[in-house]
């Protein structure tokens, strides 16, 4: 594992508690930033995988918005985990999974979603988890990424990437 990796661990176990308020005054419009997410996956997805779960804030949103599909909440951190745990409960359509999305077989799904991990990633193990993130969508679905290119901060008129938000979906739901 790297030392990229085991930093970026390092500092999300110790943040955990903290994370959610930090992301809140950090990420400049946060709720058009998860709104627009949710309106690009499709509404009969009924298996959602989401990246980098963390704390569980999107998580929620996407229970929410999806209240039929199981969740499978993915992060490498356990303190970050039991926040998600904690904010969402134990129920029998979320399934929460201590791993490395980089280097696990993810399971099949109709979506995947990463909000504010995979930027955080090595440009080599980006390139690598799309093969994994292809493997995992429902047979004959085409890979979808979104994400990419700029968007307006809302305080500094200024734009910022939109790299952090990424949603791949099988395209033929």
């Known amino acids: 594992m790297s030392t990229t990796v085991n930093n970026t661990r390092a500092v999300?176990?110790?943040?955990a508690s903290?994370?959610?308020?930090?992301?809140m005054l950090l990420i400049p419009g946060h709720q058009t930033f998860y709104a627009t997410a949710l309106s690009l996956i499709p509404s009969q997805a009924t298996r959602i995988v989401?990246?980098?779960?963390g704390s569980g804030l999107f998580s929620a949103m996407l229970r929410d918005?999806?209240?039929?599909?199981?969740?499978q909440l993915i992060d490498f951190s356990q303190p970050m985990l039991d926040l998600a745990r904690r904010r969402l409960g134990n129920h029998p359509r979320i399934t929460y999974t201590l791993a490395?999305?980089?280097?696990?077989?993810l399971p099949p799904c109709?979506?995947?979603?990463?909000?504010?991990?995979?930027h955080h990633l090595e440009e080599d193990r980006k390139r690598a988890l799309f093969p994994i993130v292809f493997a995992a969508l429902a047979p004959g679905r085409h890979l979808r990424k979104r994400g990419s290119g700029r968007r307006p901060h809302p305080r500094a008129g200024d734009s910022y990437?939109?790299?952090?938000?990424?949603l791949f979906v099988g395209s033929g739901l």
């Not at 918005?65 to 969740?71: E, G, I, N």
């Open 12 to 15: 999300f176990d110790a943040t």
């Open 18 to 23: 903290i994370y959610d308020r930090d992301r």
């Open 50 to 53: 989401e990246l980098g779960a």
């Open 65 to 71: 918005a999806f209240p039929s599909a199981h969740l």
């Open 100 to 105: 490395d999305y980089t280097t696990t077989p």
């Open 110 to 118: 109709d979506a995947v979603v990463s909000s504010l991990s995979i």
């Open 161 to 166: 990437p939109s790299e952090q938000m990424h």
